[in-house]
């Protein structure tokens, strides 16, 4: 989304700092002028003792040299702002010799979630078969899974299972990773396990006590994430379907916001990535299965979502072959779990 | 005369000329800046504006990307409040403190009082957010909450203006945390306008037999009046565009706060809370709320320029 106007943002930004360097230098410059001038001002009457040579010389090499000096600092940061950022990443060792070359060029096509991961998969994809590009895209899991049956991409990405119909229509998925959401609550929290139909109704504002899940009489504080946010969006697709989350939610802009406000509220209710949880908080279980690694990988913990591949049968592609087992292999494993996926 | 060649009359004027351009240049490069933010933010803010018609966005109460509707009165109504509520409770603290340091306080005192309000400005407002995140919200929420549930809620305006039900976040903490942190902004403005005020001012009251108290309310105080409401409105504008501090208090709910302890989400809290994953029409909503603010912003300045005209006793800004 940055992209179409990073030229933009980049001008604009270029033109700023240049600014402000400029105007750095300039104040800088009438800094050192108008010490000079006081220094006149205030010594001239006496200026022909010895006194205001050697206090004049001083302050002449003195404020010289910090003008330079800053001025080649502001110098040097406006080369390093303008050089591009290269790709600090060292070259991986090579594990796998065999790799063979591929060339080419595919589309991956799909679900805003699984994008951000295939982007950065896609950027290792190139670095290790440097003639290969995986262009990545947007449109959400039915334009994916879309593009991959007629054709117009090699790879549809998708966030959710297929139905039959698409099954039967001859596509073939291959999950990736798995996205699993942990309802979190504070751990002085005497309720332990929810049903996924009544944490849609206190997400919804239909249950606003917690007396009525089994907990102490206490109003029950909603904490959500921000719209937008990838787990917020799964969260929603997942639990709520069409009913929105209340507006009289707590609104908070980052994992840390949520356990931060749900380890201080001893009513507060969350839900956060299943990656990112810790022993700040509790997880409840969710139609009495306790969120865990095996428990996300079986599907019996219900709130969670795969992360597919979509292909018409087997990919036929060399590059999409090889971009699909880069994304299955070690290193591209690596890649979704630093992203709090839980890999398969 | 080698000492002199600096001064010399050729060499002098090549100086001036060079202070003079460069002094061209850090104007020129200011207003530049300023102009290239303004078209920034408006290029890519207008067509949602647009979009949805300018009389719905700003009046209109729904903020529902995932349904596309964006409309901000809730968030405008929010920075209002917030930003009344912490002048309602910083401008009689800053401007007794103001009294206290100026008038009233002794030198050995002053030393004390003056470093530490500094350093209150000194505190980055992330800071402030967590102080509020970590005890303010929580004491809201376990002891002012209860006590206006027991013992304000039934009285007939002011238990409904109060509220009684909260989780802690909200406008009060939002307003206290902001009231904290524009507080230096109005004690040491109105301390210096407190201070400009000929002492002959002063000698000539309390020579007509005016307490101490007397001569500070009614003369010093009024005479200085018109910087005194530079240092608020300078503070205002400063609680207006504070971001992080109220994010992080506010409870963010993008409803019309009907409360002292209610939720709100001011403008500000509004672009950066949903900035980082916004595509398309929603990111182009947040640079309109930029607009707005923006918007709001400079008239705040053309007040205090305007109030500025009329020769205010600012010693400094």
């Known amino acids: 989304m940055l992209e179409s106007f990073y030229p933009v943002t980049a001008i604009i930004f270029m033109t700023v700092l240049s600014m402000v360097f400029i105007l750095f230098t300039a104040c800088f410059y009438i800094f050192y002028i108008s010490l000079l001038s006081v220094h006149r001002l205030y010594l001239t009457p006496h200026s022909l003792t010895n006194r205001y040579k050697v206090n004049k010389q001083m302050l002449n090499k003195k404020s010289l040299v910090a003008f330079l000096t800053i001025a080649i600092i502001g110098i040097a940061a406006m080369a390093l702002g303008c050089t591009s950022p290269t790709p600090t990443a060292t070259p991986l060792p090579n594990a796998s010799p065999t790799a063979a070359p591929v060339s ?32 990545v895209s947007g449109g959400g899991s039915g334009a994916g899974i879309k593009a991959a049956q007629d054709g ?46 009544q944490i849609k109704d206190i997400f919804a504002g239909n249950i606003t006590n ?17 719209a937008g946010s990838g787990t917020r969006t799964a969260f929603q697709e997942i639990v709520m379907g069409k009913v929105n989350i209340t507006t009289g939610a707590v609104v908070q802009s980052s994992t840390g916001g949520i356990t931060q406000t749900v380890a201080g509220d001893r009513n507060a209710i969350g839900y956060i990535s299943y990656g990112s949880l810790d022993n700040s908080v509790k997880a409840l279980k969710v139609n009495g299965v306790v969120p865990s690694t095996s428990t996300i990988k079986d599907k019996t913990y219900k709130i969670q979502r795969p992360f597919l591949y979509v292909t018409k049968g087997e990919p036929t592609d060399a590059v999409a072959r090889a971009f699909i087992a880069f994304t299955l292999s070690p290193e591209g494993q690596a890649i979704l779990a630093s992203g709090k996926l839980v890999t398969v | 005369m080698s000492e002199y060649s600096f001064t010399g009359k050729p060499v002098r004027k090549v100086v001036e000329k060079v202070i003079e351009s460069s002094l061209l240049l850090c104007a020129l490069s200011c207003i530049l800046t300023i102009f290239l933010i303004i078209l920034f933010i408006i290029t890519q803010g207008m067509p949602i504006i647009l979009k949805e018609g300018p009389v719905d966005f700003v009046l209109g109460t729904t903020w529902d990307p995932y349904n596309d509707i964006y409309n901000i009165l809730p968030m405008i109504i929010g920075t209002f409040v917030v930003t009344l509520l912490s002048l309602a409770i910083a401008v009689p603290l800053g401007l007794g403190c103001a009294m206290l340091i100026a008038e009233v306080a002794p030198y050995q005192v002053r030393g004390i009082i003056r470093p530490a309000i500094e350093t209150l400005a000194a505190i980055p407002s992330i800071i402030y957010g967590l102080f509020g995140l970590i005890v303010l919200v929580p004491f809201i929420r376990d002891y002012i909450v209860p006590f206006a549930r027991d013992y304000i809620a039934w009285m007939p305006l002011v238990g409904d203006l109060v509220g009684a039900k909260g989780n802690g976040f909200g406008v009060l903490a939002a307003g206290v945390i902001l ?10 403005i109105s301390e210096d306008s407190l ?23 009614g003369i010093v105080t009024p005479a200085a009046l018109s910087g005194i409401i530079a240092g608020v409105v300078l503070g205002m504008g400063r609680a207006i565009g504070e971001t992080m501090a109220v994010l992080m208090v506010a409870g963010n709910s993008p409803i019309i706060p009907t409360s002292l302890l209610s939720m709100t989400r001011p403008m500000t809290s509004a672009i ?11 990111q182009t909503a947040l640079f309109a709320i930029g607009i707005v603010l923006l918007f709001v912003i400079m008239i705040l300045n053309l007040i205090i320029y305007l109030g500025k005209r009329k020769k205010l006793n600012v010693a400094r800004m």
């Open chain 1, 104 to 135: 080419g060029t595919i589309k991956v096509v799909g679900s805003t979630s699984v994008q951000p991961y295939a982007t950065d998969l896609s950027d290792k994809f190139t670095e290790k078969y440097p003639n290969a590009i995986a262009q």
């Open chain 1, 152 to 197: 117009t991409a090699q790879i549809g990405m998708s966030s959710r299972e297929l139905t039959q119909a698409e099954k039967d229509s001859g596509l073939k998925e291959t999950v990736i990773a798995y996205d699993g959401i942990a309802i979190v609550v504070n751990n002085a929290n005497a309720v332990s396990d929810l049903t996924t139909a």
């Open chain 1, 210 to 226: 917690w007396k009525d899940v089994g907990g102490s009489d206490a109003a029950i504080t909603v904490v959500t994430r921000e």
């Open chain 2, 179 to 188: 009231a904290v942190m524009i507080l230096p902004t109005i004690i040491s």
């Open chain 2, 195 to 217: 201070r400009a005020v000929p002492r002959e001012l002063r000698e000539g009251s309390l020579a007509i037999g005016a307490t101490k108290w007397q001569m500070i309310t």
């Open chain 2, 272 to 282: 950066v809370l949903e900035w980082n994953y916004a595509t398309g029409d929603h």
